[in-house]
T-cell receptor, first 110, second 112 residues
Framework: RKEVEQDPGPFNVPEGATVAFNCTYS??????FFWYRQDCRKEPKLLMS???SGNEDGRFTAQLNRASQYISLLIRDSKLSDSATYLC???????????FGTGTRLTIIP | DGGITQSPKYLFRKEGQNVTLSCEQN?????MYWYRQDPGQGLRLIYY???????QKGDIAEGYSVSREKKESFPLTVTSAQKNPTAFYLC???????????FGPGTRLTVL
């Protein structure tokens, strides 16, 4: 089992729809969680940190489920510009290293 | 402007040659990281450094070397010992108080 795992997709979603995807992690002691967005042939950009209480930034909501060891990202009212690959990142062991998932590819269809 | 810069953006090298990728940051971050990204494989950690003059191997350090002589700079050398060096190389930096990492624009290395 991979330490950090994501469904690679692709998710093809009509514009305006709500889409959600998850990221599972292997270590129950994991400390920090993040979602990054990566456009084609570009660097990953931090989308949001994931807090224990969950957090929301506009149309984006991130949640942490420690019992089942996954984080989720929900995108409401999806826009064409949301098309990208979404990477999750987890600090699995209390040092400053992050382990990244392989990413979920999202395409928003007009 | 504050940020992380990497140069060059594209790099071509012949087999058997060493090449050094530059990474500079002016964010006053303590920690710096090098990742490699191949299609379908996500980001894999090559080396990281949490303070000046100290660095640790990541998951795929073989065939690579780094130095951290200044807080702002963390160059990566891809040596001829690296069997499959063609990839997208990403540098990141972060503070010691959080795990958040910020990425530079990357360097695409192609071995001819």
């Amino acid at each position: 089992r991979k330490e950090v795992e994501q469904d690679p997709g692709p998710f093809n979603v009509p514009e305006g729809a709500t889409v959600a995807f998850n990221c599972t992690y292997s270590n129950s002691a994991s400390q920090s969680f993040f979602w990054y967005r990566q456009d084609c042939r570009k660097e990953p950009k931090l989308l949001m940190s994931v807090y224990s209480s969950g957090n929301e930034d506009g149309r984006f909501t991130a949640q942490l489920n420690r019992a089942s060891q996954y984080i989720s990202l929900l995108i409401r009212d999806s826009k064409l510009s949301d098309s990208a690959t979404y990477l999750c990142a987890v600090n699995l062991g209390g040092n400053e290293k992050l382990t990244f998932g392989t990413g979920t590819r999202l395409t928003i269809i007009p | 402007d504050g940020g992380i810069t990497q140069s060059p953006k594209y790099l071509f090298r012949k087999e058997g040659q060493n090449v050094t990728l530059s990474c500079e940051q002016n964010l006053n971050h303590d920690a710096m990281y090098w990742y490699r990204q191949d299609p379908g494989q996500g980001l894999r950690l090559i080396y990281y450094s949490q303070i000046v003059n100290d660095f640790q191997k990541g998951d795929i350090a073989e065939g690579y070397s780094v130095s951290r002589e200044k807080k702002e700079s963390f160059p990566l050398t891809v040596t001829s010992a690296q069997k499959n060096p063609t990839a997208f190389y990403l540098c990141a930096s972060g503070t010691s108080s959080t795990d958040t990492q910020y990425f530079g624009p990357g360097t695409r290395l192609t071995v001819l």
